[in-house]
């Protein structure tokens, strides 16, 4: 038992920092300095989103970090919390609680452990699938409406304007519209200069943290000019000291009142997070196991919610420039979190005087690609209509907040998966010159050979599609120009059949033999045979081992014809 055990600990958890040795530890800990550069301005500013102190994203850093370094199984994957997931938080929390009360704070660690606990169960269960159903036309949209959501707070910081941090988008452009005429002219001037180094920085030196760099040089700026004074924000007081760890303490009705976020936060993360990490790994010739990925995020998130930080997903900004400085191990993680340790402990003085729009010009910068300009424009040309899926999610989530874009996504996925299942292709075979069925199908009329005809179903059978392909077959039946006499189910694509499936079978089944016509199968899948036995489909009709056989044994001679599909 013991060692059973040691075996199943050792597969979830192996050998940390994969990759790591002698040669490549000084270039390991140089990118766990880069990733510091790169996380602290961005964690400060996606904490101001969610409408906490910057405190609250500096422990996203820590044992957070650590827990992810030791126990998730992509080599290079970041764990962070991004602008999306900052967003959403501050959509759904913000309608339950006022931002930077302690209720509000209680709510987003109570959401964060929820999510923390949804990923640790889809690990177990293995149901990372589920992550899936949100497409790409879908994430496009959704993460397009969080994106623009965050602008307008970020363009507002920029010009020094005061806008509501827990309202709805139309709510905060109508505050960003009003009160242009009281744009500060200094705020606008630090937010330009900013806007120009990180863009063109970010061509010329892709590698360099300018987010760090325009930071520090716009606090310079702003302590020597005493622009303070002059109406440019700044962050003030940063509470110092180590992370804690505490249990939320809410309300089971406020438990119940975070789940559809956490769902959601849970959804956005597992699909990205999965996405890359594979993507990753296959780029770099190492192997990755996705429910224990699913585990170290459920691990962090937990930590996450218990050490007083928000949740946390993949950033695949973070990790891109990882890749670029030459890491391959999780080992910057951990350089990452023992610095942001001895920022907490000794250097929080040092952000007190980073101004404001210099943070939404950094966070402005970040969250520009989640606009997705490119990826409209590619749907746009290849597939109107899963454009349009993805501008009626962005649409509502713009109009109507995350939870509400989450939901019509689900249902919109859900809609599109059942119009694809319900309309498979279903065809009566041709016969070739050798006495096979080819894979083109028949027209409306025609029979596979004088008397026969083959019909293939190309997917499972299953009540989305089962009337479908009963209606399909009689109408090839009656349509036929001869009498048929034979009718052979190629049944090489229906990996499964449901209750549903098989009571529309068995009803196509009995209104053939009704009409003296003989069923015989081909094709069929040892599986799916197991399955209709147990649905009692089958009668001891015939099954051949292809259609050549089935075709054969009826006496069929070649024939050409014109292929179509019914």
Known sequence: MARRLATTLGQWFPRPFAGLTRKNLLREAGAGVTLLAIAVPLNIGYAQIVGLSPTVGLYALVLPLIVWALTVSSR?????????AAALIASSVGGLAIAGTGDYLSLVLAQTVLCGGLFLLAAVFRLGFLADFLSKPILVGLLAGLALDILVGQVAKMLGISVPAGGEFFEKLVALVTGLPSTNAWSAAIAAGCLVVLLLGRRLAPTVPWALVVLVLATLVTTFGGLATKGVSTLGPVEGGLPTFSWPVVDWSDWAAVAPSAVALFLVGAGEGLLVSRAYADKRGYRVDANRDLFAFGLANVASGTTGSFAMGSSTARTAALDEAGSRTQFPAIVAALGATLLLLFGTGLLEDVPGPAIGAVLAVAVLPLLGIPDFASLWRRDRAEFAIAGVCFGVTVAFGSIAGITIAFVLALVNLARRAATPDIDVLSLDEYGASSAEGLPTGRTTAPGVI???????????????????????????????????????????????????????????????IEVRYSRLRHETRDRMERLDLLHGEAVHQSNREALAALGARPGGSTPSNP
């Open 76 to 84: 290079q994957l970041v764990a962070s919390p991004d602008a999306a």
């Open 454 to 516: 083959v019909v293939r179903l190309a997917a499972p059978l299953f009540f989305a599609n089962g009337t479908v392909f009963q209606d399909a077959v009689q109408r090839a039946v009656e349509s036929a120009e001869e009498p048929v006499q034979h009718v052979v189910f190629d049944m090489e694509a229906v990996s499964d059949v449901d209750v549903t499936g098989a009571e529309a079978f068995e009803r196509l089944r009995s209104w053939l033999v009704d009409r003296g």
